[in-house]
């Protein structure tokens, strides 16, 4: 049986993938920064398992890397993530809301990635899929605006390239994914896109990857992006 552990897995796409992972049969591990509110995770059927971390908070991750204890892993997906204020005009910077943002979206899927790399690499699949977006594309940047968020996936995207390159040689395979506009909380009720079809298109992206598909950026219906 195959395992995936999603991060932020209580509510939105990360519950989306646990359903849909959980109901092809994987085994989910799944993160939620309060367990006892993660009611929607609880019920979803399956072979589920709850595990209580904030991938800002390094303490927390080091207790689930020992709680996993080298556990086989074949798929990490790095959904945890925070949209925050979107950011203030040059002379009116709010620095300790940007770095809330940065710490949810950058080093915590870092750090997560590298807490629990030991067990990606005793899996058989070690692929690595870190959801971020089309607002953190530089090249498709022609609006400017919500510098906050646009910075911190810009600044993801380069740290998922950047492993990438460094865990080629031992076949993983470690790529960005943008979900489209969901409906979900961050993105809102005008949002065009229902989460089951946003997630069911990237599993499809997520089972066909190889190792030429290391390091790309990819939409949710499998088009190359821009960087």
């Known amino acids: 049986m195959p395992v995936v552990l999603v991060t932020g897995a209580n509510r939105g796409l990360g519950l ?4 849909q992972y959980a109901a092809a049969g994987w085994a989910v591990l799944g993160t939620a920064r309060d367990v006892e509110r993660a009611e ?22 080091a207790a689930l890397t020992a709680r996993l204890n080298g556990r086989p892993i074949d798929l ?5 993530g925070l949209y925050g204020l979107g950011g203030d005009p040059l002379g009116a910077m709010n620095y300790p809301a940007w770095e809330k943002v940065m710490a949810a979206n950058l080093f ?16 058989r699949q070690r692929k690595i899929v870190s959801l971020t ?45 943008h979900p489209g506009w969901v409906r979900t909380d961050m993105g809102g009720t005008e949002a065009p896109l ?31 992006l821009p960087w």
Do not use: H, W
């Open 16 to 19: 989306e993938f646990t359903r």
């Open 40 to 61: 929607a995770l609880r019920n979803v059927a399956g072979d589920v398992e709850i595990l209580p971390v904030d991938v800002t908070e390094s303490q927390q991750v």
């Open 76 to 80: 990490l997906i790095n959904n945890a």
């Open 108 to 123: 915590g899927p870092v750090r997560l990635t590298e807490a629990v790399l030991g067990c990606l690499r005793a899996g």
């Open 133 to 177: 977006s089309l607002m953190g594309s530089i090249g498709d940047n022609v609006t400017g605006g919500s510098l906050y968020y646009r910075s911190s996936k810009a600044a993801l995207n380069a740290a998922m390239k950047t492993l990438a390159i460094e865990l080629n040689r031992e076949g993983f395979r470690v790529i960005v994914i």
């Open 194 to 224: 229902e989460a089951p079809a946003s997630v069911a298109a990237m599993r499809q992206v997520i089972d066909r990857l190889t190792t030429a598909d290391n390091g790309r950026f990819f939409n949710y219906d499998g088009r190359i």
